[in-house]
């Protein structure tokens, strides 16, 4: 339904459900990182080159207070300043973090199982 935000048609058409998605959507994103950080914190992400466990949790956790920040700025924008124009900023800002990390990631695990000749099903479904 993420998509849909963006979609100037929809979001004229369809106001109420633009709204009601959007706070869905941010609610569970915000939950997302706690939980993310919670894990990192508990369990960590690098069990397997253990020398990068604290590079790659302090990572996480910058990337966790971005996300956490432009969800926060986008809720801002459009709730308490009425700023649309900001708000759609501080939406493409959100989502080219989200999405663009999730590409991000998967490139890198292709590469990784390019390289060391491992199944790439195998990297993917155990990494995330």
Known sequence: MAPLQYVPWFRR?????????????????????????????EV????????????ANCALYVFGVLVFTCCVMLYYHAAISKQIDKHQLWAYR??????????YFRLIFLVEAMVLGENFDDIAMTST
């Open 13 to 41: 058409n369809y106001l109420n459900f633009h709204r009601w998605n959007g706070r869905v959507a941010v609610t569970l994103l915000g939950i997302t990182v706690v939980g993310g950080s919670i894990y990192t914190w």
């Open 44 to 55: 960590g992400i690098s069990q397997i080159v253990p020398e990068y466990q604290t590079s």
């Open 94 to 103: 959100l989502a080219g973090m989200v999405f663009g990390s999730q590409m």
